[in-house]
């Protein structure tokens, strides 16, 4: 798995009844800095609309919520994944590792697949999708609500998808157009990036989509718009979490670390090793008329970076629920 500066553990939030395969999943999370909670109420859905600290949730094809109508592991996926989209879902299968067979929207819904007797492949997909090894999972859902919304705003008449947030060791850029924005908070001083292709960019303020004038449009006009992007997602982040924030926080930039970029490359380097926490947005026209818009938005905090400090400042935390009997430990 990815080594951190840090050793973190990430909380799953499991959903299995067998009592052979509950003791496997905890001996592999034991094994892994895991944390597996296992729902108690009658109902598998309501700890899940709360804003709860999780990385992740395993199912199995028998998980059912029948107070929700939801009688299989299938469509309990589906449900989950239209709530808490930020949370990879990871469905244990008995014949088969492999969602072939599965219709379009259970396919986007789970993350993947494993069977019991390869638990290396779920290893590796928690290597691969569990942004909250290293991120706090109600940071991520700020980061996406805010940037959602801010999207929505510059680009009029469309539809914004999520895909899975996810972390990257290499430091190459996407598309021919970055924005590069300073982020700091009590808790992180790094930057923040959004990256992008200047030609969708183009059909889109030549559709009349943004507030951009529609005539003689060249690559100047995708740099203003993505840098106003920027400034909107920071600007409302940033008050996002000046509710957490201590009274007596100020801004201060007391360190500095070189930026080297290689152009020709695509190639961008903060200094130092830690993983980039990644985020990709669809922009799709809802008249059909342009084709969509890519946008990968990236958070580096190069300089400082110490979760377990935001933690302590978020207000929705696993341990309150586990204190409440809404959840308990394996």
Same mark, same amino acid.
């Given at each position: ?30 094994? #892994? ?27 199995? *094809? ?190 201060? #930039? ?25 985020? *990709?947005?669809?922009?799709?026209? #809802? ?44």
């Amino acid at each position: 798995m990815i080594k951190f500066d840090k050793s973190l553990v990430s909380k799953l939030l499991v959903f299995e009844d067998d009592k052979d395969t509950q003791t496997a999943i905890k001996e592999f999370c034991e094994s #892994n800095g895991l944390i597996p909670l296992r729902q108690q109420s009658y109902s598998a859905m309501k700890v899940l609309y709360s804003n709860i600290d999780l990385g992740g949730v395993l199912l199995c *094809e028998a998980a059912h919520d029948s107070s929700e109508g939801i009688h299989n592991g299938f469509d309990l996926a589906v449900r989950i994944h239209r709530i808490r989209p930020e949370l990879p879902i990871f469905m244990r299968r008995e014949d088969r590792d492999d969602k072939e067979d599965l219709t379009e929207e259970q396919q986007a819904a789970i993350a993947g697949v494993y069977k019991l007797d390869n638990m290396d492949k779920l290893l590796g997909m928690i290597d691969q999708f569990l942004a909250d090894t290293e991120y706090p999972i109600s940071l991520i859902r700020r980061i996406e609500e805010v940037t959602t919304s801010s999207l929505e705003t510059t680009f009029k008449n469309c539809t914004v998808k999520l895909a899975l947030p996810y972390l990257v060791k290499d430091k190459l850029t996407y598309g021919d157009i970055v924005s590069l924005l300073p982020v700091q908070a009590p808790w992180f001083n790094g930057y923040m990036m959004f990256q992008s292709e200047e030609e969708p960019m183009i059909h889109m303020i030549e559709a009349g989509k943004t507030s951009v004038d529609s005539k003689d449009v060249d690559f100047r006009d995708v740099m203003g718009l993505l840098s106003e992007v920027s400034n909107m997602a920071w600007g409302g982040l940033k008050t996002r979490l000046l509710s957490l924030h201590p009274p007596d926080f100020e801004e201060r #930039n007391l360190i500095a670390v070189p930026i080297t970029v290689n152009q020709y490359k695509e190639y961008i380097s903060f200094g130092t090793d830690r993983s980039q926490l990644c985020f *990709e947005y669809t922009i799709y026209d #809802n008249d059909h008329n342009v084709e969509p818009v890519k946008l990968f938005q990236k958070f580096i905090f190069n300089i400082k970076w110490t979760p377990e400090e935001y933690r302590a400042a978020d207000e929705n935390t696993v341990e309150e629920l586990v204190e409440s009997g809404e959840l308990e430990l394996f």
